[in-house]
C-alpha cells in the first residue's frame, strides 16, 4: 500500500500580507473536481483529490507550527454543514466522506530547516512502506494520465528503483534542483546525479515537488548535512541515494501536463489562470 506525505511548513514570504494568516498551500485554484460548474478549491485539497482518486487512503501532511487553518479545513464540520444546502451541502459532504475514509496524521516541523528535513518527520508514519512526496504549494493538471499515476506504474515496472523524480524542461535552473540524465526511453531517465539550484547546470530539466520514494530515503536524510540556504535539502538527500549505489530514476511532464505553482505572485497568477481555463 502505498501512502502519501503532503508538505505544507513554508511560511510563505513572498505572498505577504495573504499569508500572514492564510497558508499559501490553501491558495485558492479553480477546479470542476465537485461538479460541471467552476468552484473554487484550496490548492491543498485539490492535491488531496487527486490522490484520493488514484484510490490511496493514508496521509501524513507536514505542518508548521501556524497552519491551524490546514487542520481545520480537513477536519469534517458537522455543524457549519447542517447550516448548508442543497449544491453547495453535497459538495461540502462529499468532501467529508473523502476525509472520514482516509486516514490523516498530522506531523509539525517547528522550524524551517528545509524540505529534507520536513520530509525526515514523516519516517515514523511511512514505516516500511514505500511512498509518493508532494508539496502543498505545487500540483499537475493532466488531460490524460496524470503523472501521480505514471509514478505508481514506473515503480511497478522497476521494483529495484529507490526514488522516481517528476521534471519539466527548464531555462532558470536557479529555482530548481536539477538531475544529470542519461536516457533509457522516451518517458523514463536514469539520474546520475542531482544538485539543488547549480550555477552550472548539467541540464535542462528542473525537477518538482512530486516524487516517489522507498524508505530508504530516510537512511539516506540523515547522513546529509545543511546544503544550500543553510538548510537539509531533499536533492541531497537523492544524491546521497546516487552515491550509495541506489538506483534513481525520473520521468518527464508530457506536453498535455500544466504545473500550477502558488509560491509567487506571478506564478500565482498563472496558476489561476491556467485552472480556470483547464477547468
Given at each position: 500500500?502505498?501512502?502519501?506525505?503532503l508538505?505544507?511548513?513554508?511560511?510563505?514570504?513572498?505572498?505577504?500580507?495573504?499569508t500572514?494568516?492564510?497558508?499559501?498551500?490553501?491558495?485558492?485554484i479553480?477546479?470542476?473536481?465537485?461538479?460541471?460548474q467552476?468552484?473554487v478549491?484550496?490548492?491543498?485539497?485539490?492535491?488531496f483529490?487527486?490522490?484520493?482518486?488514484?484510490?490511496?487512503?493514508?496521509?501524513?501532511?507536514?505542518?508548521?507550527?501556524?497552519?491551524?487553518?490546514?487542520?481545520?479545513?480537513?477536519?469534517?464540520h458537522q455543524?457549519?454543514?447542517?447550516?448548508l444546502?442543497?449544491?453547495?451541502?453535497?459538495?461540502?459532504s462529499?468532501?467529508?466522506?473523502?476525509?472520514?475514509?482516509?486516514?490523516?496524521?498530522?506531523?509539525?516541523?517547528?522550524k524551517?530547516?528545509?524540505?529534507?528535513?520536513?520530509?525526515?518527520r514523516?519516517?515514523k508514519?511511512?514505516g516500511?512502506?514505500?511512498?509518493?512526496?508532494?508539496?502543498?504549494?505545487?500540483?499537475?493538471?493532466?488531460?490524460?494520465?496524470?503523472?501521480?499515476?505514471?509514478?505508481?506504474?514506473?515503480?511497478?515496472?522497476?521494483?529495484?528503483v529507490?526514488?522516481?523524480?517528476?521534471?519539466?524542461?527548464i531555462?532558470?535552473?536557479?529555482?530548481?534542483?536539477?538531475?544529470?540524465?542519461?536516457k533509457?526511453?522516451?518517458?523514463?531517465?536514469?539520474?546520475?546525479?542531482v544538485?539543488?539550484?547549480?550555477?552550472?547546470p548539467?541540464?535542462?530539466l528542473?525537477i518538482?515537488?512530486?516524487?516517489?520514494?522507498?524508505?530508504?530515503?530516510?537512511?539516506?536524510?540523515?547522513?546529509?548535512k545543511?546544503g544550500?540556504?543553510?538548510?537539509?535539502?531533499?536533492?541531497?538527500g537523492?544524491?546521497?541515494?546516487?552515491?550509495?549505489?541506489?538506483?534513481?530514476l525520473?520521468?518527464?511532464?508530457?506536453?498535455?501536463?500544466?504545473?500550477?505553482d502558488?509560491?509567487?505572485?506571478?506564478?500565482?497568477?498563472?496558476?489561476?489562470?491556467?485552472?480556470?481555463?483547464?477547468a
Open positions: 500500500m502505498i501512502k502519501v506525505v508538505t505544507a511548513a513554508g511560511k510563505g514570504t513572498r505572498l505577504l500580507p495573504y500572514k494568516e492564510m497558508p499559501k498551500e490553501m491558495m485558492p479553480f477546479s470542476k473536481i465537485h461538479g460541471n467552476r468552484v478549491i484550496p490548492l491543498l485539497q485539490y492535491i483529490e487527486q490522490f484520493h482518486s488514484a484510490k490511496i487512503r493514508d496521509y501524513c501532511f507536514v505542518v508548521g507550527r501556524d497552519k491551524r487553518a490546514i487542520k481545520d479545513h480537513f477536519t469534517p455543524s457549519y454543514l447542517n447550516e444546502s442543497g449544491n453547495n451541502k453535497k459538495m461540502m462529499d468532501f467529508y466522506k473523502k476525509l472520514e475514509n482516509c486516514h490523516l496524521m498530522w506531523v509539525n516541523q517547528n524551517p530547516l528545509g524540505f529534507g528535513d520536513a520530509v525526515k514523516a519516517e508514519f511511512v516500511d512502506e514505500n511512498f509518493i512526496l508532494h508539496a502543498g504549494d505545487i500540483s499537475i493538471l493532466s488531460r490524460f494520465k496524470h503523472p501521480i499515476l505514471r509514478l505508481i506504474d514506473t515503480a511497478k515496472k522497476n521494483p529495484d529507490s526514488a522516481i523524480l517528476v521534471c519539466k524542461k531555462k532558470d535552473a536557479k529555482k530548481y534542483g536539477v538531475p544529470q540524465i542519461k533509457k526511453s522516451s518517458s523514463v531517465y536514469l539520474v546520475e546525479g544538485e539543488e539550484k547549480p550555477i552550472r548539467k541540464s535542462n528542473g518538482l515537488a512530486l516524487y516517489y520514494f522507498k524508505p530508504e530515503i530516510f537512511d539516506s536524510l540523515k547522513k546529509i545543511r544550500k540556504n543553510n538548510e537539509f535539502q531533499l536533492t541531497d537523492i544524491q546521497q541515494l546516487i552515491n550509495d549505489r541506489k538506483k534513481v525520473a520521468i518527464p511532464l508530457t506536453k498535455d501536463d500544466i504545473e500550477l502558488v509560491g509567487m505572485v506571478e506564478s500565482f497568477r498563472d496558476a489561476q489562470m491556467s485552472s480556470y481555463k483547464r
